[in-house]
């Protein structure tokens, strides 16, 4: 069911500018605290009201400020997942699943429950209550709750936020799989980037209300279209830039030349980037973008360093640091070899230019 | 001894407390949701009769209520009967001085209820009626309890205003209160202190149960226990 929805909200001092299209599959929004995410997502449930603009869903309006459509939400066929879950406290597994299926036949309400607690693994749980279950099994619960109701949109709200790093992946798998059961789209919302990109194919970048990328993850991450989309999907270099001729950049704020990939020219680009983890310690058989650098910093991890580095040649005070990770085992024989003669290779198919 | 003024008092608390509740519901789930300029003139005039001297009340209510009062002329014509001196106006007099500890309490423990709770269940198609009585109603319960208890405990014990409203007529207006009162006046102290055990009685028996119902209730609150 395609999701549509071009809304504006104005609020002091904020001000909301998206415009989404959410096709069959899950689209994620992604986005700092404050950029409006939780909001888009209020105002399609019909939780809050957008101060003009439209929204539709399937062949239906929901919101439309110029005809003076404005479904309320009980009308909108929106399940909406919260991040603290928002299960009826006083009420049990089964009775938090029942709540939105009152007009049905009692048997066929029971049916309708048993087969829903079995799609998300609650079974003989269904007479206990939100405070006797696990943080996990309590989503699974706000799961369970909203889609009994075959909504044709899914509207999750930093689902994870809540849950300890080992449940998180445990409940994604989770939440991946019931996704890919369930017919409808959905909309998800989060800050996490790398959630994002592992549970949506499609991702929209809000910041400060305003929509600044969309479009297939790998285009956002690989080739982000601007400064601030290039922070948020977690670019840690960026660089000022001169564009010079022949495929190359002066990479004002690194000191160096970089060779870059013709189609990856646009022109009147401002800065370049690279993501860290495509910066590599150089090989013998790196000869183009590999360059004599000094070690700044070294922070370690468990399974890999990170270092900061400054290119060698241009000595100059203003220059800012390149960083990049190396597996730790990589970093002993770097160490074992000098520093010295420590190169980086930064590949011109992995360098982006952008605005 | 003479127990009508048991019965009148139980009578007149027990009225109260319900169009105390009724009222004192209602007006915190208005203000609830209203967002306009007069709220907080609208706060303030639901609490005034908790804070002004029981005196105050009756004599308000005396000049609301006569005989050339807004709402006496109403009931005059309408009924042709006054409320004053009436058992109608005991009820009035506790209800009034009872409603602001229902409606302060009643506010309270709704603003403590999760918005996200009601937004769920509004995504979940449930409408706005049901959604106060089977989600707003429950989870606001302890603290609508403890109000109505309150307000019971307060009508019960009310006084200055029932007496300027009212009046002291025995058989018809005299509660206990009342009836302490001029059992002393009169020097019968003997014969008063009866009735203070009897209300002491009747106050704890209803604080109490209260405590060890709501203790036996399904606690509410969102947040897990582990």
């Known amino acids: 069911m395609a999701l549509r929805a071009d809304i504006e909200r104005d609020l002091p001092g904020f001000k909301l500018r998206v415009s989404l299209d959410c096709q069959e599959k899950t689209l994620g929004l992604l986005g700092g605290s404050g950029s409006g995410k939780s909001m888009t997502l209020r105002c399609i449930a019909g939780l809050d009201k957008p101060t003009r603009g439209r929204i539709t869903l399937g062949g239906r309006v929901l919101f439309d400020s110029k005809e003076g459509i404005d479904l309320p939400p009980q009308q909108r066929r929106v399940g909406f997942l919260f991040q603290n879950y928002a299960l009826f406290p006083h009420l049990t597994v089964a009775g938090n699943i029942a709540m939105g299926l009152r007009g049905m036949k009692k048997h066929e309400q029971k049916k309708t429950i048993k087969e829903m607690v079995a799609k998300v693994k609650l079974e003989g749980m269904e007479n206990r209550f939100p405070r006797q279950l696990s943080g996990g099994q309590q989503q699974r619960v706000a799961l ?61 970048i809000l910041e400060d209300g305003n929509v600044i990328a969309g479009g297939p993850r790998e285009d956002i991450f690989n080739n982000p279209p601007n400064l601030a989309t290039a922070r948020i999907t977690g670019c840690q270099n960026l660089s000022r830039i001169r564009i010079r001729k022949d495929n190359t950049v002066e990479a004002l ?103 | 001894m003479d127990m009508l003024p048991l019965w009148i008092s139980l009578k007149t608390s027990l009225s109260a407390t319900f169009l105390a509740f009724v009222l004192g519901v209602t007006a915190a789930k208005l ?18 009769p908790l804070v002004l001297p029981p005196t105050v009340v009756g004599f308000l209510l005396l000049v609301l209520f006569g005989r050339h009062g807004p709402l006496g002329k109403v009931l005059t014509a309408l009924f042709s009967t006054t409320v004053i001196f009436s058992w109608s106006a005991t009820v009035i007099a506790s209800t009034v001085v009872a409603f602001p500890l229902m409606y302060r309490t009643a506010r309270g423990a709704f603003e403590q209820v999760d918005p996200h709770m009601l937004d769920a269940a509004r995504t979940m198609g449930i409408p706005e009626s049901s959604i106060f009585t089977r989600i707003t109603m429950p989870l606001a319960w ?85």
């Not at chain 1, 930093?158 to 019931?178: C, I, T, V, W, Y």
């Not at chain 1, 013709?262 to 680009?269: D, F, L, R």
């Not at chain 2, 203000?31 to 005034?48: A, T």
């Not at chain 2, 300027?164 to 001029?182: D, E, H, R, S, V």
């Open chain 1, 144 to 204: 369970a709750r909203a889609l009994v109701l075959q909504p044709e949109v899914l509207l999750l709200d930093e689902p994870f936020s809540a849950l300890d790093n080992h449940l998180r992946g445990e409940m994604e798998q989770e939440l991946k799989d019931l996704l890919g059961s369930y017919d409808g789209s959905s909309v998800f919302v989060t800050h996490n980037l790398e959630e994002a990109y592992r549970l949506c194919p499609n991702l929209l």
């Open chain 1, 253 to 355: 704020d690194w000191g160096c030349v970089l060779h870059v990939n013709s189609n990856n020219m646009p022109s009147g680009a401002s800065y370049a980037g690279i993501p860290s983890r495509y910066i590599r310690p150089a090989g013998k058989d790196d000869l183009i973008n590999a360059m004599h650098c000094r070690v700044i910093n070294v922070i370690e991890s468990p399974y890999q360093v990170t270092l900061s580095v400054k290119l060698l040649g241009r000595e100059s005070n203003n220059l800012s640091c390149l960083k990049l990770s190396v597996q730790n085992e990589e970093w002993q024989r770097i160490i074992s070899q000098g520093l010295e003669e420590f190169k980086i290779c930064l590949p011109p198919e992995r360098v982006f230019l952008t605005f």
């Open chain 2, 31 to 48: 203000m609830s949701v209203y967002r306009g300029r007069l709220k907080s003139v609208l706060d303030g005039v639901f609490i005034l």
């Open chain 2, 142 to 226: 302890p603290g609508i309890a403890a109000g109505t208890i309150l307000a019971f405990a307060r009508a019960l014990g009310e006084f200055g205003a029932t007496l300027m409203l009212a009046g002291n007529i025995p058989g018809k207006t005299q509660t206990i209160p009342l009836t302490i009162f001029f059992l002393v006046e009169s020097g019968q102290r003997d014969k008063a202190a009866l009735w203070v055990l009897i209300i002491i009685v009747i106050s704890l028996a209803a604080i109490t149960g209260l405590h060890y119902w709501t203790s036996h209730q399904i606690p509410a609150g969102g947040q897990p226990e582990r």
